[in-house]
């Protein structure tokens, strides 16, 4: 499942991209934020570090956290650990310390743990490792842990943080390696879970089980359903779950076979996969207890020109959520790890999505075959990969005919591609030392809630806040966005422990938290609540805090730079869009200034520099 660590990106094609400068660069210049967080602000930012009540710091001789999942529920924070579940109350905000009010332990027992370590895992393994970690009803959890290879789920008091009933088995709901990847959602009582069924990581799978419908999964060991998919996330949309993941592409195989020495080459590619929420499984003779509805579709988010670039490797992705009324998914992707840094955001509508799924299949004919659209008049009718329901000529999935289960079974991929809103990412990233992994987004912003912010979250937990224009996205490949800030989110003093190194930083979650005006940043051994914005620095300078662009802040009659949280009334000023900056005076010495455009740099021709860093930069020309 996992691709093996990759060796550093070389330095010697960045020299080189700084020495091509700006001539016939493919992306548009990369503009510094406007406002850089101090440092020495961090440092008053509340974090959980695994502190009970009344301690600053956790008891002696106890473990170091190792959080895997964060779940938030209103105003309440579950912490889904290594053999712990942690309950933190969010409130009071001005609160300094993060403090969980319940603490449950969940081990494994020695028995599990023995089986562990006779297969051969490491001891630090053989543990329990929260994977999931779900709102099941108004006062139950649904929890997994991967229980020292022999996952296993059971219900959880949200109040008491006690077990409810029988665990049940893990399999197919939660990886057995805590270093898997693993996405779960509950629907009308139903649990849908991507993850591997097995000891080995061999069989991946989308299955839904729990509810009144009979258990479903994907076809086992076909590559053509699935080849070593990495599960990013999932969102319920209309009658259907869509996944999003990234694998292995098979169509993009038949490269390989005339040049030998492209068999190491693997292309990875971003997809979205759907299912009907009331498919029921096919007939005896085709596809029982397996969907009858799951295709999946690459996701375009490439940066167009002579040389078209594609962002390939799905990092994360929002929840749905409603832009200039239409619904949109963000999805932030990045170059492989052994190329150099780049990462973009694109964004997907919803509607953009379900039309592919409408649209022509792929295939290939035979093994040697390049992959090709499938004539309209081979499909079959109805659509393979509909929902059935009453009232329809087939009101069950297993009353379809054969004819359209063979074909869904061998048809999983569209021939199109989800083309992304804008025909092209709304921001680009080039020139940074790390990738960008995590996304998180208010589409409620500022004191009107009328403005759009996306935080985007790197590898070792800086953060980046844009402002988006969505109905400048139609404008092209320059993006509709304005990069507002940038922060750290890591508190090297609370989070590390001397053997943590770069490891100990990797960003789990970044999580909105409007309520407090904050997002919650979570890493393996702490969970930091950070603002969403500083406006007190710019206090005393006008300039400085109307040019900030930030929704969040505004300037206030007595000279004082504030927070405006949604619905705040009263006299402030703001300029949201920079149109009106000049003539506001400057404010040279006045503590809140900082110096503009220090970290400009040249645009870039980043598909010159990754032809250097990596193999699979690209896909290959479609067919
Ligand atoms: C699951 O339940 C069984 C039977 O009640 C129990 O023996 C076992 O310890 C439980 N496993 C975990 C990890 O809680
Ligand atoms: C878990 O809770 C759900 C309701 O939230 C209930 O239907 C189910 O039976 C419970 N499962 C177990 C194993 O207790
Ligand atoms: C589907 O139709 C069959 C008869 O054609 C009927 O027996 C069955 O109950 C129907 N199922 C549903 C879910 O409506
Ligand atoms: C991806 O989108 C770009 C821009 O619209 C387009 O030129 C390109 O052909 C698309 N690629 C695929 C594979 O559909
Ligand atoms: C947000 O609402 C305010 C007040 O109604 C209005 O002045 C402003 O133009 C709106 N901004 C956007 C981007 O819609
Ligand atoms: C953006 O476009 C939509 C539809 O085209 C329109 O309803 C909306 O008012 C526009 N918003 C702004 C801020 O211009």
Same mark, same amino acid.
């Given at each position: ?217 994907? #076809? ?92 390939? #490797? ?217 603002? #969403? ?91």
């Amino acid at each position: 499942m996992r691709t093996p660590r990759a060796p550093p990106p070389r330095p010697a094609p960045l020299l080189l991209l700084l020495l091509l400068g700006e001539a016939n660069g493919l992306f548009p210049e990369e503009p510094p934020p406007l406002s850089v967080a101090p440092r020495d602000y961090l440092n008053h930012y509340p974090v959980f570090v695994g502190s009970g009540p009344g301690r600053l710091t956790p008891a002696e001789g106890t473990d170091d956290l190792n959080i895997q999942r964060v779940l938030r529920v209103n105003r309440t924070l579950f912490i889904g650990d290594r053999d712990n579940l942690y309950r933190v109350e969010l409130e009071p905000s001005t609160t300094t310390e993060l403090r969980y009010q319940r603490k449950l332990t969940w081990r494994s027992n020695p028995s599990d743990i023995n089986v562990c370590r006779m297969k051969g895992k490491q001891e630090g393994e053989c543990r329990n490792f929260v994977k999931v970690l779900l709102l099941r009803d108004e006062s139950t959890l649904f929890v997994c842990g991967s229980n020292a290879f022999n996952p296993v789920c059971a219900n959880y008091s949200m109040d008491t943080l006690q077990p409810l009933g029988d665990n049940i088995s893990g399999m197919a709901r939660c990886p057995y390696d805590p270093k898997h990847a693993n996405v779960a959602l509950f629907s009308e009582g139903m649990l849908f879970t991507a993850t591997v069924t097995d000891f080995l990581a061999i069989d991946a799978v989308i299955y839904r089980s729990l509810g009144d419908r009979p258990t479903l999964r994907t #076809v086992k060991h076909d590559s053509k359903w699935f080849k070593e998919p990495y599960f990013v996330h999932a969102v319920e949309w209309g009658s259907h779950i869509y996944f999003f993941f990234r694998e292995i592409a098979m169509e993009f195989n038949y490269l390989e076979k005339p040049r030998a020495r492209f068999l190491a080459l693997k292309v990875v590619v971003s997809r979205v996969a759907r299912v009907c929420k009331n498919d029921v499984g096919g007939s005896p003779r085709v596809l029982e207890k397996q969907w009858t509805s799951f295709l999946k579709a690459r996701l375009n988010c490439s940066v167009p020109g002579d040389s078209h670039f594609y962002f390939n #490797v799905l990092q994360a992705v929002t929840g749905v959520v409603s832009l200039e009324g239409r619904p949109v998914v963000l999805a932030v992707f990045s170059t492989p790890s052994n190329s150099i840094p780049g990462s973009a955001v694109c964004a997907f509508d919803m509607t953009q999505v379900a039309a592919v799924f409408e649209g022509r299949f792929r295939e290939q004919k035979s093994p040697e075959s390049i992959w090709t659209p499938v004539p309209e008049d081979q499909v079959p009718r109805p659509r393979p990969g509909c929902c059935a329901a009453p009232g329809m000529q087939y009101n069950a999935s297993s009353a379809f005919p054969d004819e359209i289960l063979n074909f869904v079974k061998t048809h999983p991929l569209m021939d199109e591609a989800v083309p992304s809103l804008g025909h092209g990412p709304w921001i680009v990233r080039t020139l940074m030392r790390h990738r960008l992994t995590r996304v998180a987004v208010d589409v409620g912003a500022g004191p009107w809630g009328n403005h759009t912010v996306v935080f985007l979250g790197s590898e070792v937990g800086t953060v980046l806040k844009f402002l988006i224009w969505p109905n400048a996205s139609t404008a092209g490949a320059t993006g509709p966005s304005v990069f507002l800030e940038e922060f750290e989110t890591y508190r090297a003093d609370r989070c590390g422990r001397s053997s943590s190194g770069e490891a100990g930083r990797r960003l789990l979650s970044l999580e909105l938290d409007t309520a407090s005006g904050g997002l919650l940043a979570a890493f393996p051994r702490c969970v930091v609540r950070v603002p #969403v914005a500083r406006c007190q620095q710019y206090s005393g300078c006008m300039k400085n805090c109307i040019g900030s662009q930030d929704p969040y802040c505004g300037w206030a009659p007595d000279g004082s730079c504030i927070f405006l949280s949604p619905g705040t009334r009263g006299t402030f000023e703001q300029d949201v869009s920079g149109a009106s900056t000049s003539g506001l005076g400057d404010c040279t010495g006045e503590p809140g200034e900082r110096p503009r455009g220090r970290h400009a740099r040249p645009g870039t021709d980043l598909a010159h520099l990754l032809s250097y860093g990596g193999t699979d930069r690209t896909a290959p020309p479609v067919p």
